[in-house]
């Protein structure tokens, strides 16, 4: 089994819908990220959580929520989704002295 | 400007040559960094860390750190086709609770 499980790995959604992408971790780490990758963009930071009481906004956190549920869980939400939001979107686990393991990634398509 | 910064190539290369990937930051304070593999549509992943001034090497990887110029770089001798990929640096920025920043990736492609 995959130490970072996304879930799902592929959607297609409609534009104005809510979606919410799962991510949940076997790592034990306590900090957990959601990327978003674009073609010639690379992986921007949506959000980032160092812990269950602890949430942030990254670059691009506009049109995104998030939910740290427990330490091994960690919920992406786009509240109304918007055609722009279509993108790769990966979740990743660390902790002090580890670096990020990356989930298998959720391809989002708004349509 | 952007925190970390990579040329998007794409880099080419002949097979069994050496390829040198370049990243520079802007966070001074930054005392940890990596190089991420990623093939198309696939999950990065870790091939190299390095924390301290100077080489680091790992097989046929060799990543170089300058924390005075804030430069970063991965080599990769006798480069093979199955090297062809996006390689990502990423850097932890901030004091405290650190987050990690990734630069928009160089594309290496070897040619057999």
């Known amino acids: 089994d995959a130490d970072v499980t996304q879930t799902p790995r592929n959607r297609i959604t409609k534009t104005g819908k809510r979606i919410m992408l799962e991510c949940s971790q076997t790592?034990?780490?306590?900090?957990m990220y959601w990327y978003r990758q674009d073609p010639g963009l690379g992986l921007r930071l949506i959000y980032y959580?160092?812990?269950?009481?602890?949430?942030n906004k990254g670059e691009i956190s506009d049109g995104y929520s998030v939910s740290r549920q427990a330490q091994a869980k960690f919920s992406l939400s786009l509240e109304s989704a918007i055609p722009n939001q279509t993108a790769l979107y990966f979740c990743a686990t660390s902790d002090d002295r580890d670096w990020a393991f990356f989930g298998q990634g959720t391809r989002l398509t708004v349509v | 400007q952007k925190e970390v910064e990579q040329n998007s190539g794409p880099l080419s290369v002949p097979e069994g040559a050496i390829a040198s990937l370049n990243c520079t930051y802007s966070d001074r304070v930054s005392q940890s960094f990596f190089w991420y593999r990623q093939y198309s549509g696939k999950s990065p992943e870790l091939i190299m860390s390095?924390?301290?001034?100077g080489d680091k090497e790992d097989g046929r990887f060799t990543a170089q750190l300058n924390k005075a110029s804030q430069y970063v770089s991965l080599l990769i001798r006798d480069s093979q086709p199955s090297d062809s990929a996006t390689y990502l640096c990423?850097?932890?920025?901030?004091?405290?609770?650190?987050?990690?920043?990734f630069g928009t990736g160089t594309r290496l492609l070897v040619s057999p």
């Open positions: 959580s160092f812990d269950v009481k602890d949430i």
């Open positions: 790592k034990g780490h306590d900090r």
């Open positions: 390095i924390y301290s001034n």
């Open positions: 990423a850097v932890k920025e901030g004091t405290g609770f650190q987050k990690l920043v």
